[in-house]
């Protein structure tokens, strides 16, 4: 009779090629998580990814390994996302000896008046205790384009506030990149109030005619181009508690144009060390 401890285990064979492998493991594990949310438990739909690095010497990754790493600790109950994926790293770790880094992705999205609000978090960790983490949000709004609105005004002789424009949807991507402090939900909250905020106009599900008549108005009489926007919420994340977690914000804007064949992208990098050095940062 065989015994089933002494079945061969391939992962552990020396590789033909022994190279180091930087990142190997499970990608799109579906599964629900129960995360602390502003002092509430909110259960979210999430796609977790987890790697680790292997040495020379290793042929493969020991998936099993990962995948009770990342269930073990989700299954623990409701917990701080920041917590949460920190556990399973560590994990990892522990049950890879060999492994110098691990790293946890976690993927997810939060309703908005009917629009999906896309949330990415992940981490670092060292076998020393270091971490890196990094956060996007995207979400989408409306503006409206100031050089018709005012080239139209100069051709027609309107009111600035009665002349027309043309409007469309754009997508706002923030993405955070840490110092090595932890990013939490409440950072993408507080990313998501400062997106929202600085649109021509919010997105919404249901209109009466005369409501859908006082948003137009709205977003007409706050134009602006896809690098005013970019710029906007560049300026108010850097006056968020999360800037002072930043080695790096970068915002990207997507203006899907509606009467052009193409869209529009603009993007700011702000470095966050530089930024806080600056005298005027103290000022905002």
């Not at 259960?43 to 998936?63: M, N, T």
């Not at 919420?233 to 899907?256: E, G, L, Y």
Request: with cysteine; charged share 30%; proline share 4%.
């Amino acid at each position: 009779m065989s015994n089933e401890n002494a079945s061969p285990d391939v992962h552990e064979l020396t590789p033909d090629h022994p190279l180091r492998v930087d990142r190997t493991g499970l990608e799109g594990l579906y599964l629900k998580v129960n995360l602390i949310f502003r002092k509430s438990c909110e259960e979210l739909p999430a796609e977790l990814s987890l790697y680790i690095d292997l040495p020379p010497e290793k042929r493969g990754v020991h998936l099993s390994r990962l995948v009770k790493a990342a269930l073990t600790e989700v299954e623990t109950g409701c917990t701080d996302l920041s917590a949460l994926l920190s556990r399973i790293a560590q994990k990892a770790l522990n049950t890879h000896s060999y492994s110098e880094i691990a790293e946890v992705v976690l993927n997810s999205s939060l309703p908005l008046r009917g629009q999906k609000v896309d949330l990415n978090f992940r981490v670092k960790r060292r076998r020393n205790g270091k971490e890196s983490w990094f956060m996007e949000v995207k979400i989408e709004g409306a503006i409206s384009c100031p050089c018709a609105k005012e080239v139209f005004r100069y051709y027609e002789g309107t009111d600035w506030e009665k002349t027309p424009t043309h409007m469309q949807r754009a997508e706002a991507i923030v993405s955070v990149e840490s110092n090595g402090a932890s990013l939490s939900i409440d950072d993408a909250f507080d990313v998501i109030e400062v997106v929202e905020s600085s649109y021509s106009g919010k997105l919404e599900v249901e209109l009466s005619r005369d409501e859908e008549a006082r948003i137009i108005k709205k977003i007409i009489n706050a134009p602006q181009f896809a690098e005013d926007l970019a710029r906007k919420i560049a300026w108010k994340v850097m006056r968020t508690a999360t800037m002072t977690k930043a080695n790096k914000i970068i915002v990207s804007v997507r203006s899907f144009e509606s009467i052009h064949p193409y869209n529009v992208r603009a993007e700011v990098v702000i470095d966050g060390k530089e930024h806080r050095d600056r005298s005027w940062y103290e000022e905002l």
